[in-house]
């Protein structure tokens, strides 16, 4: 900061400055012609952004409309997510098993990228408008503050504060003000800004490559606070995993009261050395997670504390497998596990079941209307209609919910299992190469791992899914209940490579190795790995090492691109 204001009063010994809250959201840029909103992006370090106009425009407090004699105006502002705006989002989220955002900044760029700018006008976001860029019209501007009163005249939501400052002293006061003040602010603000206020001064010093030399950022330490650690509690997640939390008296930390931090895992714990009854130093990460910084004191003497042998929800042994930090419960009838199982079958990221979210199969598992994700296909009307708050119209619309799911793609259903290792992406690969459950059912390990992006691990835990007696105790009940098995995207009716095994090697320049691999698939043949004497031919592209050099030598026929197509053909 010294640095700055004195190079600046260096140059312009009359210089004056001005100091901002920065608001801790999406930098964007405003466009006017003849008094018309004309164009509106992103912008980074002044870097072009994308175009988001349309997005914009559903921000109440942005005009679309400003005199006319203002032939142009180009303005900076933030728009931003205020806090209570984005709490409220994040236990709708929560409540609809969808992806949370981790804080507002990333709820407002979030919500300001959507393609359907429907959903923007949704999400209540805000602006600041805390700079003009370029500006041609009826008055002159001669300072920053008389610009940014001028902009709030023309109806734009200019920034809270903007405060004149002389000396370096007085930036200094008005710095920490900000920075006290800031978590009684209905937003989140990163730091302070400070600014020479002369344009014409402004102009003169101009600009390196990415950041003005007329400004200056300061940026706040995290608060943090000292509390006790009063217990720690564990958690069972839906991959069995047991997860510590560390329950503190509460404080107010960044503006709101916690109580609450994850410990993360026994690596976690024994590092910062945490036993109950120590005091600990609390911060929230990004200003928005609780989390413990370290171990002031301990109250007691012995070891850091440990996470039982046994899970607390099923009492059952739990195990650590080696190379991983966290401890697992593996009993599926778990009941902890139940409800997250459950909440991910659900989910968008499983089957997308409208309006059975966490509250609703909470309500379900305790009236034990529902305690394997099967059950939910055979929920009645009156079953529905009998649960607290349930009406009759929201009972059948659940119904019909439920009832399109079973149309779902296999991809859907595979994600919904939440197999260990196999996210929704891996879900729909291997939905599409092996087109129906029957024929993932049987598939070996090898197999799986011949599919693009398998490893051994993901492959074991695949096959290991489907030869526990609860999976095929499951499958046969959704099956019964007329649940679709099958990928729409795999249709195999021409099956000219019936029974034959292809391995793919160099690269290909006609189609991505999966797209060959989909073609064949798609035509009854298999892919492997490697090449062996059961291998039927091989595709190879440039550069072809020692795969080529095999089938060779066992005489395996190899294609070329051209003489695969002429196959297919
Ligand atoms: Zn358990």
């Known amino acids: 900061l010294e640095d700055f204001t004195e190079r600046v009063l260096s140059a312009y010994p009359s210089a004056s400055f001005v100091v901002e809250p920065k608001?801790?959201?999406?930098?964007?840029?405003?466009?006017?012609?003849?008094?018309?909103?004309?164009?509106?992006?992103?912008?980074?370090?002044?870097?072009?952004?994308?175009?988001?106009?349309?997005?914009?425009?559903?921000?109440?407090?942005?005009?679309?409309?400003?005199p006319e004699n203002i032939s142009f105006l180009e303005v900076r502002g933030e728009v931003y997510m205020p806090r209570q705006v984005f709490l409220n989002l994040l236990k709708e989220q929560e409540?609809?098993?969808?992806?949370?955002?981790?804080?507002?900044?990333?709820?407002?760029?979030?919500?300001?990228?959507?393609?359907?700018?429907?959903?923007?006008?949704?999400?209540?976001?805000?602006?600041?408008?805390?700079n003009v860029q370029q500006y041609d019209g009826p008055e002159e501007l001669v300072s920053h503050k008389h610009s940014i009163d001028y902009l709030a005249q023309l109806?734009?939501?200019?920034?809270?504060?903007?405060?004149?400052?002389?000396?370096?002293?007085?930036?200094?006061?008005?710095?920490?003000?900000?920075?006290?003040?800031?978590?009684?602010?209905?937003?989140?603000i990163d730091g302070a800004v400070i600014k020479t206020d002369n344009l014409q001064f402004r102009r003169s010093l101009g600009s390196t490559a990415k950041f003005p030399r007329w400004a200056i950022a300061y940026k706040y330490p995290p608060e943090e606070r000292q509390t006790k650690l009063l217990d720690v509690e564990i958690g069972v997640g839906r991959t069995g995993v047991l997860t510590p939390?560390?329950?503190?008296?509460?404080?107010?930390?960044?503006?709101?009261?916690?109580?609450?931090?994850?410990l993360h895992n026994q690596d976690f714990i024994n590092e910062k050395g945490i036993r109950i009854g120590d005091t600990i130093t609390i911060r929230k990460a990004g200003d928005v997670i609780p989390e413990v910084v370290n171990v002031i004191s301990h109250e007691t003497e012995g070891e850091p504390f440990r996470i039982p042998d046994r899970c607390p929800s099923c009492g059952g042994p739990v195990t650590r497998e080696p190379g991983e930090a966290a401890v697992r419960c593996n009993n599926p009838s778990c009941p902890a596990q139940l409800l997250r199982i459950l909440i991910h079958f659900c989910?968008?990221?499983?089957?997308?079941?409208?309006?059975?979210?966490?509250?609703?199969?909470?309500?379900?598992?305790?009236?034990?209307?529902?305690?394997?994700p099967a059950d939910i296909y055979n929920l009645t009307k009156e079953d529905l209609i009998s649960l607290d708050r349930m009406g009759e119209k929201s009972a059948s619309n659940l119904l019909t919910a439920i009832a399109k799911s079973k149309q779902n793609d296999l991809s859907m259903l595979l994600s919904a299992f939440g197999i260990r290792h196999v996210g929704d992406k891996a879900a729909k690969v291997l939905a599409d190469s092996f087109g129906s459950m029957e024929a993932l059912e049987q598939?070996?390990?090898?197999?799986?791992?011949?599919?693009?992006?398998?490893?051994?691990?993901?492959?074991?835990?695949?096959?290991?899914?489907?030869?526990?007696?609860?999976?095929k105790e499951l499958l046969s009940r959704l099956r019964a209940a007329g649940v679709n098995m099958t990928s729409k995207k795999k249709a195999p009716s021409d099956l000219r490579f019936a029974g034959k095994t292809f391995v793919i090697t160099g690269t290909l320049s006609r189609y991505k190795r999966t797209e060959a691999q989909a073609l064949i698939e798609r035509h009854g043949g298999k892919c492997a790995g490697s090449v062996s004497r059961k291998t039927d031919y091989l595709l190879a592209g440039d550069a072809a090492g020692s795969k080529l050099e095999k089938a060779k030598t066992l005489g395996v026929p190899v294609l070329s691109e051209e003489e695969f197509e002429m196959l297919l053909k």
Request: hydrophobic share 35%; aromatic share 6%.
């Open 443 to 471: 598939a070996t390990a090898e197999e799986i791992t011949a599919v693009d992006g398998f490893g051994e691990i993901s492959a074991r835990s695949v096959t290991e899914f489907f030869r526990r007696p609860e999976t």
């Open 95 to 130: 409540l609809k098993g969808e992806k949370t955002f981790k804080n507002p900044r990333n709820a407002a760029a979030g919500s300001l990228r959507q393609k359907d700018a429907k959903i923007t006008e949704q999400r209540n976001l805000d602006i600041f408008v805390f």
């Open 23 to 66: 608001i801790d959201g999406l930098s964007v840029s405003l466009e006017y012609r003849n008094g018309r909103l004309i164009r509106g992006s992103t912008r980074g370090n002044g870097d072009v952004g994308e175009e988001i106009t349309e997005n914009l425009k559903t921000i109440r407090s942005i005009p679309q409309r400003i």
């Open 155 to 188: 109806g734009f939501h200019t920034i809270p504060s903007c405060v004149p400052c002389k000396t370096i002293k007085e930036c200094e006061a008005e710095i920490q003000k900000i920075g006290e003040e800031r978590y009684a602010l209905p937003f989140d």
């Open 347 to 372: 989910s968008k990221a499983g089957m997308d079941i409208d309006g059975l979210g966490e509250s609703v199969l909470e309500l379900l598992l305790e009236q034990k209307l529902v305690q394997n």
């Open 245 to 262: 939390t560390a329950v503190f008296e509460p404080v107010l930390v960044a503006g709101s009261v916690i109580g609450r931090a994850t």
